[in-house]
């Protein structure tokens, strides 16, 4: 069984520049979480979905981070535009339920110059 | 905001030595789940524990959950140079919509050969 894939793995991008990341959740699932990471540090929640259903965005930057899961499937997380602070590891995670195991991605490591 | 505290925050161990690390809160969790994220992956599910006094053992990992379910332990018996990875403890809130997954900042370990 296919694991979470993530898009893409690095991205360098200049400050101001908009970039979007994308995950492919395992199949079936229907919770889907985007974690930030930063070096050295635990994942904290941007915003978790049931389906399509975003239920907790109360941790993600509306005035520049944005994010859809359309069909409830695939999800896609967007900074506009991007700023210094914003380099980490975007992780995404699906699981089976609410307060099941966690499945994580590799994550997609972004560098803001 | 439940919060989790992770101690130590960095371990270096010579491989066959025998560790403890500790997830402690002022807050009660419905579960405590633990991972191990290696460099450049994303983090994997150890153990869940969801009883309090709970115990789980994974080979020469050894998991408990406190009493109260605020606190749990991770010992690892003769550590062996593959154990290297950060810990990163997660507990489990309140159920249903308002469920929520909130990570410690980890315990690095190093098990030097």
């Known amino acids: 069984e296919a694991g979470v894939v993530q898009s893409p793995r690095y991205k360098i991008i200049e400050k101001k520049q908009p970039v979007a990341f994308w995950c492919n959740p395992i199949?079936?699932?229907?919770?889907l979480y985007w974690y930030l990471q930063n070096l050295g540090q635990g994942p904290e929640l941007l915003i978790r979905?049931?389906?399509?259903?975003?239920?907790?965005d109360s941790q993600l930057p509306k005035d520049r981070f944005s994010a859809e899961r359309l069909k409830g499937v695939d999800s896609t997380l967007k900074i506009q535009p991007a700023e210094l602070g914003d380099s980490a590891v975007y992780l995404c995670?699906?699981?089976?339920?609410?307060?099941?195991?966690?499945?994580f991605g590799e994550g997609s490591r972004l560098t803001v110059l | 905001t439940q919060l989790l505290e992770q101690s130590p925050q960095f371990l270096s161990i010579q491989e066959g030595e025998n560790l403890t690390v500790y997830c402690n809160s002022s807050?009660?969790?419905?579960?405590l789940q633990w991972y191990r994220q290696e460099p450049g992956e994303g983090p994997v599910l150890l153990v869940t524990?969801?009883?309090?006094?709970e115990v789980k053992k994974l080979k020469r990992l050894t998991f408990q959950f406190g009493d109260a379910r605020k606190d749990s332990s991770l010992h690892i018996t003769a550590a062996q140079p593959g154990d290297t990875g950060l810990y990163l403890c997660?507990?489990?809130?309140?159920?249903?919509?308002?469920?929520?997954?909130?990570f410690g900042k980890g315990t690095l370990l190093t098990v030097n050969p």
């Open positions: 997660a507990g489990g809130g309140s159920g249903g919509s308002n469920y929520k997954l909130t």
């Open positions: 524990v969801v009883t309090g006094g």
């Open positions: 807050s009660v969790f419905s579960s």
């Open positions: 995670a699906s699981s089976p339920r609410v307060t099941g195991e966690l499945f």
């Open positions: 979905y049931e389906n399509e259903e975003a239920v907790d």
């Open positions: 199949s079936g699932h229907n919770t």
